[in-house]
């Protein structure tokens, strides 16, 4: 049974409560990673893979969240351990500092516009969209992807979290 103070159901809307969430406990995922901090949400990761543990510690290497390895390493997540985490995490203000920071960043890479200007300025210029460098195309996906957030699409793209702005800290 869940303590009083927990709501538990089967589905939530997670963009909703992300705009009045203190912080986020995540598995890590990208989307979930781009909407947390779209909100200036802090968070505590517990990745399931690989992938996601790179995405965990790009976020800790920014300041805007930590990492429970448990999982990785075939360790139990204890409550306790959930707790000490989201009270670190709650009780230290450089992770909301950090998550304010990123949420600027996010939301002044221009969006879906602004990628789709660039992949035209690009092809414009006689070049192919096949070798537009990579940090351009990075760029271009983050963009696109930040859009998908604000307009709380639950469209799942894949975007690269530490590569363009995020890589300028």
Known sequence: HAP??????A???QLEVLQHADAFISHGGMNSIHEALYYGV????????FEQLLNARRVAEQGAGLIIDNIIRKKAVTAAVLRQSLECVLSQHR???AANRLQQEL???GGYRQAAD???AYIAAGRSPATMPARAYIQARQQYNQIEIADASLTRQYGVLDAGRFATA
Not at 4 to 9: E, G, L
Not at 42 to 49: E, G, R, S, T
């Open 118 to 120: 660039e992949i035209q």
């Open 42 to 49: 802090p968070l505590v990761i517990a990745p399931h893979q």
């Open 107 to 109: 939301r002044a890479t």
């Open 4 to 9: 009083a103070n927990f709501t538990v159901h």
């Open 11 to 13: 589905h939530v809307p």
């Open 95 to 97: 992770y909301q500092d």
